[in-house]
């Protein structure tokens, strides 16, 4: 047996140095996802967003922390654009558009959940490292509350912003139908975000999510209970191959299709409990076909949840297909066809999601 000569390459110092700073940045990027969560936490965005310019010790003092660590937040903060510094006044002011992207929950640019869900991620690492060697999965159950909570507050806005005044609008005769009165069930709900902002918009209609994580039922319910979504909201229990019910004349799946071991099987028993007439909307990751379509900073974020979140789910179940998050619009087609519908199509989108309409 040959051996492959390896052929050594000059480094260009410059090129060097180049990557080595460029790693430091990452490095503080990387660090910065828990101050931020800290920043959250402690309600440091929030006092600065009240106060305005403020002191260590000012926000120390609203917040009731520690100066020392709020000195140290500050300049971590200033030091990477999120809070500007005046050496003057010895100030330090949260800019209106940190503030709104990163206290106001209701805004589609709020991106606090996201920190928040890759703060979790990551403290779950050394589990994914482990599984990687054998194969194994790590199961969404298995994450801590910092995934499961930022994954709500990652999307919930979103939603809020496009899914009954864009998503629904985009799909043939949907809305309609919702006014006058249909059953639709919300696959892999959640926390039931959706399912509610849905409940909420269209009081003649009956929902019902479903998600296997029984702890994020219990939460749904909890949600629904405390919103304006009345008796036409149920929750259930149930993997996306064995909900029940129907026929739905409308099935919802939310940014968890590529997460499932069995998307082809899922597909299948939506296809089951749909109605001839029905639609199936699919909302998954924005992403191109090719791998090279999505060498850019969206994909670069997503292409991290799928290593470290959504393909460990995945390879956790039965079958582990591990679609992957940037599965592409190609793949999603090949899994709905498999599965016997017939029509699909790209129906609307954002710079973060595809939304696709499937009929029987």
């Given at each position: 047996m040959n051996t492959p000569t390896v052929v050594a390459s000059a480094v260009d110092p410059e090129k060097l140095m180049a990557f080595v700073f460029r790693?430091?940045?990452?490095?503080?990027?990387?660090?910065?996802?828990?101050?931020?969560v800290m920043g959250d936490r402690l309600g440091y965005y929030r006092a600065l967003t009240s106060l305005g310019p403020s002191t260590p010790s000012e926000l120390a003092e609203h917040t009731d922390t520690d100066e020392h660590y709020a000195r140290e937040w500050l300049n971590a903060q200033a030091a990477g654009s999120y809070v500007d510094y005046d050496p003057a006044t010895g100030?330090?002011?949260l800019p209106p558009e940190q503030a709104a992207a990163l206290?106001?929950?209701?805004?589609?640019?709020?991106?606090?959940?996201?920190?928040?869900?890759?703060?979790?991620?990551?403290?779950?690492?050394?589990?994914?490292?482990?599984?990687?060697?054998?194969?194994d999965g790590v199961g969404w159950g298995e994450h801590n509350h910092d995934v499961h909570e930022g994954c709500e507050r990652f999307f919930r806005p979103t939603y809020a912003a496009y899914l009954v005044n864009s998503w629904l609008p985009a799909l043939d005769g949907v809305v309609d139908k919702l006014n006058r009165g249909i059953f639709v069930a919300d696959v892999g709900c959640g926390h039931g975000a959706s399912t509610i902002l849905m409940a909420e918009?269209?009081?003649?209609?009956?929902f019902?999510?479903?998600?296997?994580?029984?702890?994020?039922?219990?939460?749904?319910?909890?949600?629904?209970?405390?919103?304006?979504?009345?008796a036409g909201i149920t929750f259930e229990s149930a993997a996306a191959d064995a909900f029940t019910g129907g026929p739905y004349d409308l099935i919802t799946m939310f940014d968890c299709l590529h997460d499932m071991g069995d998307p082809i099987g899922a597909a299948r028993h939506v296809r089951e409990m749909i109605a001839e007439d029905g639609t199936w909307m699919i909302v998954e990751p924005a992403a191109g076909d090719h791998v090279e379509d999505n060498f850019n900073p969206i994909g670069r974020a997503y292409y991290g949840f799928s290593t470290l979140l959504c393909t460990p789910s995945s390879l956790a179940q039965p079958v582990g297909?591990?679609?992957?998050?940037?599965?592409?619009?190609?793949?999603?087609?090949?899994?709905?066809?498999?599965?016997?519908?017939?029509?699909?199509?790209?129906?609307?989108?954002?710079?973060?999601?595809?939304?696709f309409e499937v009929r029987p």
């Open positions: 790693a430091v940045e990452e490095a503080g990027a990387a660090l910065n996802c828990a101050l931020v100030r330090y002011h206290t106001d929950e209701t805004s589609p640019a709020f991106v606090t959940g996201l920190f928040q869900i890759a703060h979790g991620t990551a403290r779950d690492a050394g589990d994914v490292m482990v599984a990687a060697a054998t194969g918009a269209f009081g003649r209609s009956d019902r999510g479903t998600d296997a994580h029984v702890e994020s039922i219990e939460t749904a319910r909890e949600r629904a209970a405390l919103s304006k979504a009345g297909l591990a679609l992957g998050t940037q599965a592409g619009p190609a793949r999603i087609r090949d899994v709905v066809t498999a599965a016997g519908f017939t029509r699909f199509r790209l129906a609307a989108q954002t710079p973060f999601n595809h939304v």
